[in-house]
């Protein structure tokens, strides 16, 4: 069983834990027997995404019940690591981007496209290092870009478009949407529950406070919260507090 712990060890040197030491992924034999049995199927289920897709640059672990539709227009970068219940659907006028060492969390939801055929939408590109937290839902109708090394907590929502309602003689629903593009630059932490609204940029390095409404762009190494986010204060501002202690 000895074997176990050592191919185990290899195999997180090879997939990545963002860094964290190997100590902490220490297992007895029985846990890395279990470890290794469900990376191998994750692994398996990776090769079949990948004859799918339309490039992958290496291999990718793919969780059990995840749905992936029209992966024509899916990138896949090297190590890329689905999780289980997730929903891809790729449909889109300039496809879905896993970079590498993307995660794409527990029950996410990336939809950029109706399932019943409507004009897709334009998509979404994932910076390498970027992890999106469980049960997330980016509506990529409008073009969603997300930097490298982002951390999005759980829950959290994107979307990328309006209703239009300012006509009352018909139907809200009749009016259609208004799409515009989000940004979340590099090295950024969107804390659980956040909600990022459509036109919205958020700068590189910054943080938003879990359970934010983000309406307008943030000011990069910014940190906001609150509904409607707010400026709270400058992380540089912190380090040289620190630097000054």
């Avoid at 963002?18 to 191998?40: D, K, M, W």
């Avoid at 090769?47 to 024509?72: E, I, N, P, T, W």
């Avoid at 996410?108 to 939408?121: C, L």
Wanted: with cysteine; charged share 25%.
């Amino acid at each position: 069983m000895v074997v176990f712990r050592y191919v185990h060890g290899k195999l997180v040197d090879e997939i990545d834990l963002h860094g964290e030491p190997l100590e902490r992924t220490r297992l007895s034999e029985r846990e890395a027997l279990t470890v290794l049995v469900r990376i191998a199927r994750g692994f398996v289920r990776g090769l079949f995404l990948r004859l799918r897709a339309r490039h992958a640059k290496g291999h990718v672990l793919v969780g059990r019940r995840v749905r992936v539709l029209d992966a024509q227009h899916l990138t896949l970068g090297r190590r890329v690591k689905i999780e289980d219940d997730v929903e891809l659907q790729c449909r889109s006028q300039r496809g879905v981007v896993l970079g590498d060492r993307v995660t794409i969390g527990r029950g996410a939801s990336i939809r950029p496209s109706s399932y019943y055929g409507h004009v897709p939408g334009e998509g979404l590109v994932v910076g390498a290092g970027s992890a999106v937290g469980a049960l997330a839902w980016i509506g990529a109708s409008g073009h969603v870009s997300i930097g490298a090394d982002v951390l999005i907590g759980p829950r959290v929502t994107i979307l990328p478009e309006n209703h239009v309602f300012e006509r009352t003689a018909i139907t809200i629903k009749s009016q259609g949407v208004q799409r515009a593009r989000v940004v979340i630059e590099d090295d950024c932490w969107i804390g659980a529950g956040v909600v990022v609204l459509a036109g919205v940029r958020i700068g590189r390095g910054s943080v938003v406070a879990a359970g934010a409404v983000v309406a307008r762009d943030v000011d990069p190494y910014s940190v906001v919260g609150g509904v409607p986010a707010r400026h709270i204060k400058e992380r540089k501002v912190w380090e040289r507090e620190r630097h000054a202690a």
